[in-house]
């Protein structure tokens, strides 16, 4: 694999983590990549529709730690002139409480550097959130750059289990989930979430990390994976994303977990959408 020349800020630093039957160590609380050991792994979860329990092959790969930021997005800009897909169209989705439950907004003033909208402000004091509004076209378009490429869905799903068969890193205990990622803590989306600092999206590395060291694998923003599950293989105009995003509860959504796969289309740009990179 083509190693990664540029990576914004996560270059410099590594972390390296072992994974092998479970067992993971870290060298480094601050780091830019996560090594996840080649092998065989059990992925999904007995019964699930998308996702349903197997055992895979994997090479051994990095993964970054991090959701990639703003900051480094930006740096992807400004070397190569990158316009986005949500400053052509001015099509970026993006969410306001009050509205409906799932009543997302077209909001032609939307786009990464204003994600949620320019009545909102834009990310001048937010370079350490992950980017949003931006495609899955627009993500694989900074992988190009950066010499890096998106994890695909059994290698997201390996470094998020960190060696666990739980539904969650930790187990399988649903109400710890607001104390390892971003998400929307209300009963529904009818009034602003006041629960957190955050209402939208928070910094990369707020919450604690899982065992391989990887933070807001649940939660903050929705990651963009390559391929596709069987039944969506022959469907060239979607993408695949994992995690769950600021905006899922346990009420809506729900997809902050080991096992769920969501779908969008690849020139689709929503606020609680974003990426992590393999190298």
Known sequence: MK????LGAMSALLLLVAILHGCVSSTSPQAGYAQIAGGQYVVGE?????NPKRSVEVAAYEISVHEISNRQFEAFVAATGHVTIAEKRHDAMVFYPGLGEFHWVQDSTAWWRYPNGTVRGGIDDKMDHPVTCISYLDAQAYCAWAGVRLPTLDEWEIAARAGARSHYFWGNIPTKVPQYGNIWHGKDHMQPDSADQWMYTSPVGSYPPNRAGLYDVYGNVFEFCAGKPAFLAAKEDIACARGGSWWCSFASCNYFNNADIGD??????FSNQGFRVVR
């Open 46 to 50: 007995i019964n699930h529709l998308m």
């Open 3 to 6: 190693r990664a020349t540029k």
């Open 264 to 269: 969008v289309r690849v020139d689709a740009s």
